[in-house]
């Protein structure tokens, strides 16, 4: 009698112990009832969950009006990430350099992160890994985001501090007619998206032009 009610009291705390909660799992799975952002200028599709929005911040078309440069905030109004689709600019690329794109996208991760004023701040690499999503080639670089204040009664730094950022994420979604990146970023957001919902929407990424 005593074995049998331990067990029944032993066996549901165990198992508690080492269950594993999907919950999240399970909402980052991309399913029907994820929503779709369609970009017909560089001919890509990616879904996100129906919970978030895709809130465009900027977008600068070309004459027939096709989007060459968008700038949006991917948010369910907790979690967020920037997502920008921007053609290529040799502004992003040191003189006499080769438009190639990992260096570009190192040059472009590095953009993402600089800001001026009394207080500045940089993105140093850390880390990179190329991967590759339909047939879309990308990098997931790791950074470091350096902040620096100024005191301008004095003129001289009295802040600086360095802190590990979720990854940034740049894709090269070139086409025939132009040349463009899709970057994920999440530098500056104070609650960024988790990993394993970004990951999910990365996974979605497909052309839609073939």
């Not at 977008?59 to 920037?82: C, E, I, Q």
């Not at 894709?171 to 990951?199: A, H």
Request: charged share 25%; hydrophobic share 35%.
């Amino acid at each position: 009698m005593l074995k049998a009610a331990l067990k029944r009291l032993l066996v549901p705390f165990l198992l508690s112990m080492f269950s594993v909660d999907t919950t999240a799992a399970q909402s980052a799975r991309p399913d029907p009832s994820w929503r779709a952002f369609n970009n017909k200028a560089y001919g890509f599709e990616i879904r996100f969950p129906p919970d978030y929005s895709l809130l465009d911040h900027f977008t600068k078309a070309t004459p027939k009006d096709t989007a060459v440069y968008t700038y949006a905030h991917l948010t369910n109004g907790t979690r967020s990430v920037f997502v920008h689709v921007q053609g290529w600019s040799s502004g992003f690329v040191k003189p006499n350099e080769k438009l190639d794109f990992l260096p570009y996208a190192r040059s472009l991760t590095v953009s993402e992160c600089a800001a001026d004023g009394d207080c500045s701040s940089d993105c140093e690499i850390k880390s990179e890994s190329e991967i590759t999503y339909s047939k879309f080639k990308g990098v997931r670089f790791d950074v470091d985001l350096i902040t620096t204040c100024v005191n301008p009664d004095i003129g001289k730094v009295d802040l600086k501090k360095t802190e590990r950022k979720p990854p940034v994420y740049v894709f090269d979604i070139s086409n025939n007619q132009k040349k463009g990146t899709l970057i994920f970023q999440r530098v500056f957001d104070d609650n960024p998206m988790s990993d394993d919902v970004l990951d999910a929407i990365i996974s979605t990424l497909r052309p839609t032009n073939e």
